[in-house]
């Protein structure tokens, strides 16, 4: 295994440490698996085609509302009204 040294601000090596000590593990393990994650990630995106890419960086299943945009006030009165009838 290679020893590589990364200099880490206060505010991020105390939340590996955090993550650490809950795990119980150590703050190179926590490390580790945070930069094994990484590459994974941007190894798919590598391997996906600009296309693939742009689709799911902008792609939206939606809300399942189709009329949202034209009655958007309409939807959101009937949900606050929801709300205010729930907390009482």
Do not use: W
Request: net charge positive; proline share 1%.
């Amino acid at each position: 295994m290679d020893l590589t040294t990364v200099r880490l601000p206060e505010n991020l090596a105390r939340s590996v440490d955090e993550i650490a000590k809950q795990r119980q593990v150590s703050r190179s393990d926590v490390v580790r698996e945070a930069l094994e994650q990484y590459c994974k990630r941007a190894g798919n995106a590598e391997s996906l085609s600009r296309v693939e890419l742009l689709q799911s960086l902008v792609s939206y299943d939606g809300s399942g509302v189709g009329d949202l945009a034209s009655r958007s006030e309409e939807h959101l009165r009937k949900r606050f009204n929801a709300r205010r009838r729930g907390s009482r």
